[in-house]
Every structure is written in structure tokens, then in C-alpha cells.
């Protein structure tokens, strides 16, 4: 049985060696053209910033791949022949497979923006964006990044290390503020100014200027303001990368479409990760999910379903983290930017504004946490939501869900008294 | 490849470029990077340090500077003064948080020639200090006020040996707390190797001569400081004329056989290696610059386990040889004397001193204690088996990006741990807690648990779950199967 992994990223991966530990004889491949290796997406702006090298952002040595006979091909896959069951490599000919999983990932969204094409305009998601950031920073000293998510104040960050002076331009009120709620958000917007970068408010980029040389001189917004710059960074989120499944028998939606088991409509052919979209069973909404631990997890369920084991995905109970500049963020259960209806939002935040925590209950039982400049412990927080915990019991054992490293001042009894008083 | 694709061509190989290589080009310094900007108390700070380093040329030079203490403070005084301003000034105006911009850039940190130039002059003073102290005999001059104070003796090499160490330690503590302010579990520890260093290690064994009496490291035992325990260092403690030596004898024993399980079974390591050790001391301040260098390989972690057993054995076949000398009437004595000697040059000298710091700035800052220490050597067995001490790691959160394994310095893939969910309990960690400090997911703790037994499956019986592991094919974590 030869199974093929198109993708090598964190997902496809997962499920290589999850197959290999289920299935030691199979022959299995692994296609990637963005890199040799597998690396970590979320480490290229450590590579950037001078923290890390390329080679540390491998989580395991070269040597590995040989040791557990995964098979490693360097090309583009530019067809996938159903008929056949092969894949058209672009520089290799043809790959035969049994068994196909699809994890190509995800894209940067571009919007049409006039001059989105022109020298010094770009994302950042993959290698390729990485390698161009390293030409297009030579020549800034002034950079405006649209688009307030995630990568987009990764990208202010690392432009930042490097002392080019950033203007962000978002169209929400407040920093990434369709996810998180109004605390949460004016606590960062405070940062990002901390940090002396620009934020410009529920503004969108309405073209990019040429200098004439087909290179990038400024930004134009919707109320026709200019804003001179030398790189201008395009981070309006990701979508499901199909590019090579959309004209096939493949179905697809938004990703391409699967069930609760990565399968797809065609036989023997899987989707997993980024670019996949599981269908709703029920006739609810379908899931998209797009973060580096919803990669993982479907990975190794994709890895048992190719492996022939009868199991299906498990979303669980969300969770999330991240850290922007110095404040670091966890999430554990979903928390909506407003709070909907049934909720009871508690929020205690430090003075400092370098440490909040915001506890939401339904029907007095614990939903969802938010953690800011506070280590949270993933197990505790899961269990106390899983086990539908009171919130009361919840504030009175909220020190064991603390994961700060030793000696860091510890703030429960004034977030327990803050809380309770609002509770009351 | 001339197969004609029989289902359509999705994409357009035309667009599709292997733009990049990036195994063999890597993503390494940019071409040209704008500067850090440099304010005027740095530029000051820099200018004290210039007239520091000038007064001490001008002094090892052998020109006079008129009077005892003039030379000494000129140079010395002024450098430190200088040190602690610049740190200050080039921190002072940062927001809190980790400060590891341009580390792989830049010419000190990253193997440039600033680096290399660095190690050799290191090297080279070791290699003076140790084989060639009459070259120092200025040097030594410049520190003769002091130790005529703290010692009220004249200065050796060794008295100036310990004033340069401290020094380092001192200054560079500072810069610790400087970048770390915003983790007081580094201001901390970083307080304590200071102190130690400072006061058990430097003040308080001049003193010691002062007051005639033996002079003893308090924070140094067997088997790292080795010849504590030798027949002819317990002799000579015991019968010296001052009251203190039988004293001194007894803690060497105690802290050795005593204080060294009893604190790492709480503890783990780290209560030695990264709070009180004079060398982890070093390593954690002076070092901390280069603690990224540190090979973190599988096969570097073999020649690891090799070298640190070895040396371990071999400090104690020399130990046991010398007291079966000095015992039994000169039997095996034409062993003993150049075992003693051999270890002292080869291991004492050459490994701890010579490459232990030397190397700093190529091998990373924890050489010696990785590769050689036999002290780490017999911490790490007690932590490794029988310690409450683990780092754990937070569920799910690990992205895997390998800053953990990059800013250990003892070369642990810590992040082959925190992607599976699982404990770290290595032998060889020396708990300085900066894996903890730069992971970006909140993801790595350092916990003294309740017991031993509830660090992962099996600790409860560490040796039989280790020999299982071993007996079912465990090799070492690079087949990610099973490791010890």
C-alpha cells in the first residue's frame, strides 16, 4: 500500500507518522514544493527576527525521515489524475498512490486592491513570503500592513526588530476586534502604540501607489489619505487552499469538502488541515478551522483514517494562543467578540494592563476562559468546562489553573475578590 | 516526465518557481539593517569603557600610574562603570519581554569573527593563567591593593584569576537583570549565583587567609572541585594550624554525601548548577550571550553521555586509587600520583578552564558542564531517577517553534518534549527556567512535584522503566518511538 501526503506541513506530517506508527510497512510519500523539510509556519517570524535559524524551526532532524522511511519528494503536484490514481509532479513525472491525503493548506486572501501586485507588496505565510520580506525590508524604512489579525501584527513585530517604522491599518475599531472582546482588544491597540507603531482605525486601503518603476511609494485609504511607504504588508486572512483540486471531481466549497473522517467524495482521496472543510452532519455550519492545533489534531485522525482505522474527528473545546510583542494570550472554550446571549462575562483587569482575565458562564456554569499575561494550565481550564464546573467553583480554585513560572507575582485573590464582586 | 498529464493541468508549471533553496542558502543576516538607535548614555557608557580599557593597557604597558589603588580603579573601576552604564542605557527605554532581536545576525552571538576573536582571547588567557602565570605579573600587580585588603597577603594569579571572575558574574548578573526584569524567577536565581560567587567564592576565602586560616570555597564540593576529597586535602584541612579546617572538612563530606541528594531529590539540579555553582555562575551571566550555540544534535547528545560518565569514573577510580595509596603504605602509588596529576591538568585545567570558557562564544556557554562536570554528572543521575523536580508542559499549546531548543543551553530538543505533551525530565537540564521564559505559548513550567513517582509513566520504578525502555529497543529520542 503506498500512501501519498500532499503538503508537508504541520498537518500532513501529523499524519505521516501517525501512519507510520499504525501501519510500519507501508510505503509512504510526502510532496511538498515550498520546502525539503517539515518546519514550523509559526517560527518564520523568529528566522526574521533574528531569534532562531531556518534549521532550528525543524521539529526533527533530517535524519528522521530516513529513520521512519517517509519518503520525501521536492515538487510541485500540478494535476491529480483520478482515473489513474496518480499525481502529475511537475518535475518528476508521475507518482502513483493507493491512498491520497490532501493537505495543501491555506492562502493569503488578496481583495483585488489596485497595485496589490507591485514590487514590495506582500503576505506573509509561507518560505517564498519570508524570503521576499528579507529583499523588500532591505529597502524600507517605512512599512503600513493591512489587515489587523494574527500574521499582521506578527509582521509589524518582525518589521519592527529591524527598526522600519510601521503603520497598521485596520478596518475594525479596535485591534483584531471581530475575535476578541472590547477589553481584550484595547489592551493590545494600548500595545501596539506602547511599541511606537502607528494604528489607524476602521480605515480600509483603497490602492497602492506605483513610483513609476513598478515598485511600491505609497498607500492610498479610503478617505484619501496618502501614507508613504516602501513595503506595504497584506494580511487580511487565509482561505482554503484548493487551487488544485477546484476543476477536479473533488468537491469542494470554501476548502475542499469532507466528512467527520476526512473523506472526501472520491475514494481513497483525504483532505485534512487548512484547506479542508468539514461538512456539517446535522445541517449546521461547516468547519473551517485554520489554526496550527486544529492542524495537528485532524492530522492524526487523518493519519488513523488512512491507516484503515474506523474513527472520526473530535473538534473538542477550542482553545487557542498566541503573543503579541511581550503580552502572551490563551483562550480555552469560545469566547465571541460580544457577549451573546445567556452569558455572564466576568472581567478582572491588572492596572498595568499587562495581565487580564476574562471567565464566561452560561446558566452559572463555566463556557470559556481568556487568558492576558497569565499562564493558564490547558488541562485544568478543558476539565472544568468538560465538567460544566459552577463558577463559583471555578473562582474559588482558580490558583490551580495558574501556569506562571515560579516566583511570578500571583494575582488570584484580587481577580477572585474583582470577580466575585461582580458576580454579586 | 514526458508523460503527457492525462487529467487536466491545474496549475501552470510556467508559474511555478522553485523559488528558493533553502537548505542550502538559508534565511541569515540581513544585507543591510538599519541600526539599533544608540542614545547619548550609551555613547558615554561606551566612552568610560574605552578609558577603562586604555588605563588598563596603559598599566600592563608597565607605565606608572602614580600610587597603589589609581591603576586598579582607572581600569578596572571605570570599566565596570562603563559596563553597568551601557547595559543600563541600552535596556532602560525597552518594554520588558524577551530580547533575542538580531541574536542570530549578529557578529558576537553568532560565530563572526568578533565571536572567534573573543574565544581565542579567552583561550589564551586560560592557557597564560594556567601554564605561563609570569606573563601575568602586571595584571597581578594592578589587583595587589585588593587582595592586600581582603587577604591582607600579596596577589597571585589565582587572587586575580577570582577578582576578573567576579567581576564578570557581578556585571553581567546585571545585564541578567536588566533583560529579564520582567521574570523574577531570573532576577532571582541570577541573585543567587551572584552572591555566591561574590561572597562564598571570592570574599570570604581571602578572608579566610586573613585570619591564616585555609582557603576554602564553601560552594565547591567533590567531585566537582575534586581534590576535597583527596587523602592529602583532607590531611592538610585537619592539621592546619587554624580552627577551622576539621570544620571545612566536614561540610566538604556532608555537602557532598548529604546536601547533594537531599536538595536534588527536592529540587532537581538546578538548586547546584543554576543558583550556587561558581562555573553555572559564569555560564549564566557572562555566557548567557552565546547560550544558543550550545550543538543540540542526537549525536551531540551521545558524545554527551559518553565524556560526563567517563570523567565521572575516572574522578572517582582517582579519588578511591589515592586513599588506597595514602592507606595502605605506598601501594599503587605509581598509579596514584600521575592519575592525580593527569586529572588535574587534562580534566581540572585543560576541559573546565581552557574549553570550558574558551569556547564560550563558539561551543556555547555550558561546555563544561554538559560535556565534563562529573558533579553535573552525579546531579543529573539523582535527578534523572530520583527527583521531584520535571518541566511540565501545557496540553496542546506547542506550536513547534523551537525557540526552547534553541536558547537551551545544555542542548536539550526540549521542543520534542512539549510537542507530545509530555514531562521533561533530563538529567542533564540544569533548570535555568529559559525554555519556560521565551516559549511564546506559556506552554513550559518548572515544577518541583509531590513525589518522584508521578513525572510520567514508570518513574515510580525509574531504573526498571529505564531497563525496559533500553530492553525494548529505545535508543534515543530521534526515533521518536521511545527514548531514555
Not at chain 1, 162 to 170: K, N
Amino acid at each position: 500500500m503506498h500512501a501519498v501526503i500532499i503538503g508537508n506541513g504541520v498537518t500532513g506530517v501529523t499524519a505521516a507518522t501517525r501512519l507510520r506508527q499504525l501501519q510500519p510497512d507501508w510505503k509512504v510519500t510526502l510532496v511538498s514544493g515550498e520546502s525539503a523539510f517539515h518546519y514550523s509556519r509559526p517560527a518564520l517570524m523568529y528566522i526574521f527576527m533574528g531569534h532562531m535559524t531556518y534549521e532550528a524551526t525543524k521539529p526533527f532532524e533530517d535524519s528522521f525521515w530516513r529513520d521512519q522511511r517517509l519518503d520525501l519528494v521536492r515538487d510541485w503536484v500540478t494535476a491529480i489524475d483520478i482515473d489513474d490514481r496518480q499525481l502529475v509532479l511537475h518535475r518528476n513525472g508521475r507518482l502513483p498512490y493507493d491512498r491520497l491525503l490532501i493537505a495543501t493548506g491555506a492562502k493569503s486572501n488578496k481583495f483585488g486592491w489596485p497595485g496589490q501586485d507591485l514590487d514590495g507588496v506582500q503576505g506573509l505565510y509561507n518560505l517564498k513570503d519570508l524570503h521576499q520580506l528579507y529583499k523588500n525590508a532591505e529597502r524600507a524604512s517605512h512599512a503600513v500592513i493591512v489587515g489587523g489579525g494574527l500574521i499582521g501584527i506578527e509582521l509589524a513585530e518582525m518589521l519592527h526588530s529591524r527598526h522600519i517604522h510601521v503603520t497598521f491599518l485596520i478596518r475594525e475599531p479596535s485591534y483584531w476586534r471581530n475575535i476578541l472582546p472590547m477589553e481584550e482588544s484595547g489592551m493590545l491597540n494600548r500595545l501596539i502604540e506602547e511599541q511606537g507603531i502607528g494604528l489607524i482605525k476602521e480605515t480600509n486601503l483603497k490602492e497602492i501607489v506605483d513610483d513609476g518603476t513598478g515598485k511600491v511609494e505609497a498607500v492610498i485609504t479610503e478617505f484619501d489619505d496618502r501614507i508613504d511607504c516602501q513595503l506595504v504588508g497584506l494580511t487580511p486572512g487565509v482561505s482554503p487552499n484548493t487551487d488544485l483540486v477546484k476543476s477536479t471531481p473533488i468537491e469542494t466549497g470554501r476548502g475542499v469538502l469532507v466528512d467527520n473522517a476526512f473523506r472526501t467524495n472520491i475514494p481513497d482521496i483525504y483532505a485534512a488541515g487548512d484547506c479542508a472543510e468539514i461538512v456539517s452532519r446535522n445541517g449546521g455550519r461547516n468547519l473551517i478551522q485554520q489554526v496550527w492545533y486544529t492542524g495537528k489534531k485532524q492530522g492524526k485522525v487523518a493519519g488513523e483514517v488512512l491507516a484503515g482505522q474506523d474513527t472520526e474527528y473530535d473538534p473538542g473545546i477550542w482553545y487557542n494562543s498566541a503573543k503579541f510583542f511581550d503580552l502572551e494570550y490563551q483562550t480555552y472554550g469560545m469566547i465571541l467578540n460580544t457577549p451573546q446571549p445567556g452569558e455572564r462575562h466576568l472581567f478582572w483587569e491588572h492596572p498595568s494592563h499587562r495581565h487580564a482575565v476574562r471567565i464566561v458562564g452560561v446558566d452559572g456554569c463555566i463556557k470559556a476562559f481568556n487568558f492576558m499575561g497569565i499562564r493558564a494550565r490547558h488541562e485544568v481550564c478543558e476539565r472544568w468546562i468538560a465538567e460544566r464546573r459552577t463558577v463559583e467553583y471555578v473562582l474559588d480554585h482558580l490558583e490551580e489553573a495558574n501556569f506562571d513560572p515560579e516566583f511570578f507575582v500571583r494575582h488570584e485573590s484580587e481577580i477572585v475578590r474583582s470577580l466575585k464582586e461582580q458576580l454579586a | 516526465m514526458s508523460t503527457p498529464p492525462a487529467a487536466p493541468t491545474l496549475i501552470d508549471p510556467e508559474s511555478i518557481s522553485y523559488f528558493y533553496d533553502e537548505e542550502a542558502e538559508g534565511f541569515g543576516e540581513p544585507e543591510s539593517a538599519a541600526e539599533a538607535p544608540r542614545n547619548p548614555g550609551m555613547m558615554v557608557s561606551a566612552g568610560v569603557i574605552g578609558l577603562g580599557f586604555l588605563a588598563l593597557v596603559v598599566s600592563l604597558l608597565g607605565m606608572p600610574l602614580s600610587g597603589a589603588w589609581t591603576p586598579f580603579l582607572l581600569s578596572f573601576g571605570l570599566l565596570s562603570a562603563g559596563t553597568i552604564g551601557y547595559v543600563w542605557f541600552t535596556y532602560r527605554d525597552t518594554v520588558p519581554g524577551i530580547k533575542h532581536d538580531g541574536i542570530m545576525f549578529g557578529n558576537t552571538t553568532h560565530r563572526g569573527a568578533i565571536a572567534w576573536a573573543l574565544g581565542i582571547a579567552l583561550t589564551g588567557f586560560y592557557v597564560v593563567l594556567y601554564w605561563w602565570p609570569e606573563y601575568l605579573s602586571r595584571a597581578i600587580a594592578l589587583v595587589e591593593p585588593l587582595s592586600q585588603v581582603l587577604a591582607g597577603q600579596p596577589a597571585n594569579q589565582w587572587f586575580l584569576y577570582g577578582f576578573l571572575y567576579t567581576m564578570a558574574v557581578v556585571l553581567f548578573g546585571f545585564r541578567m537583570f536588566m533583560r529579564y526584569r520582567h521574570n523574577r524567577y531570573h532576577i532571582i536565581r541570577t541573585i543567587s549565583v551572584m552572591f555566591f560567587q561574590l561572597v562564598l567564592a571570592f570574599v570570604l576565602p581571602q578572608f579566610l587567609r586573613a585570619l591564616n586560616e585555609p582557603e576554602f570555597y564553601f560552594s565547591y564540593f567533590w567531585p566537582l572541585k575534586y581534590d576535597y576529597l583527596f587523602p592529602g586535602t583532607v590531611d592538610y584541612l585537619v592539621n592546619s594550624p587554624g580552627a577551622l579546617g576539621s570544620f571545612m572538612v566536614f561540610w566538604g563530606v556532608a555537602c557532598t554525601f548529604i546536601a547533594t541528594p537531599v536538595l536534588t531529590y527536592f529540587y532537581g539540579k538546578r538548586w547546584y548548577c543554576s543558583w550556587v555553582c561558581g562555573c553555572g555562575g559564569l555560564a549564566e551571566t557572562l555566557g548567557d550571550p552565546w547560550r544558543h550555540l550550545t550543538p543540540k544534535s542526537t549525536v551531540s547528545w551521545k558524545i554527551e553521555r559518553a565524556i560526563i560518565y567517563a570523567v565521572l569514573l575516572l574522578i572517582i577510580a582517582t579519588t578511591a586509587v589515592l586513599w588506597v595509596s595514602s592507606t595502605s603504605e605506598g601501594a599503587l602509588s605509581a598509579i596514584s600520583a600521575p592519575l592525580k596529576q593527569w586529572y588535574g591538568f587534562y580534566i581540572g585545567a585543560v576541559f573546565a578552564g581552557v574549553i570550558g570558557v574558551g569556547f564560550y562564544p563558539i561551543l556555547g556557554n555550558r561546555v563544561w558542564c554538559r560535556f565534563g562536570c562529573p558533579m553535573a554528572a552525579v546531579l543529573g543521575i539523582i535527578q534523572r531517577f530520583f527527583s521531584r523536580f520535571r518541566i511540565t508542559t501545557n496540553g496542546g499549546q506547542c506550536m513547534s517553534c523551537g525557540n526552547c531548543t534553541t536558547y537551551c543551553e545544555m542542548g536539550i530538543d526540549v521542543r520534542a518534549y512539549a510537542e507530545r505533551g509530555e514531562n521533561i525530565v533530563r538529567s542533564s537540564c540544569v533548570g535555568c527556567g529559559v525554555c519556560s521564559a521565551v516559549c511564546p505559548r506559556g506552554v513550559l513550567k518548572l515544577e518541583n512535584g509531590m513525589s518522584h513517582g508521578d513525572r510520567y509513566p514508570g518513574s515510580d520504578k525509574p531504573l526498571s522503566a529505564f531497563s525496559e525502555a533500553v530492553s525494548k529497543g529505545a535508543r534515543v529520542y530521534g526515533d521518536r518511538d521511545g527514548y531514555v
